[in-house]
């Protein structure tokens, strides 16, 4: 795969990840439980730990799916 195929390819996900982010949203991604979020008097520290591990564990899904050439 050349560069300019990768970016492009790079840059159509960025879109697709922009476009489906608010549904994410409304299907409580970003709130789940595990989630890490700790608030202080004038700051708030937010780590999304489960959601991370929910989206890593979908994406490897789906790349397993469509990869090619693998039995």
Known sequence: MSIARGLIVLGIGLVIVGVLWPLGERLGLGRLPGDIVVRGRRWTFYFPLA????LSI?????MRLFQRGAP
């Not at 959601?51 to 929910?54: A, D, E, I, K, Y």
């Open 51 to 54: 959601t991370c591990l929910l």
């Open 58 to 62: 979908l994406i490897s899904v789906l």
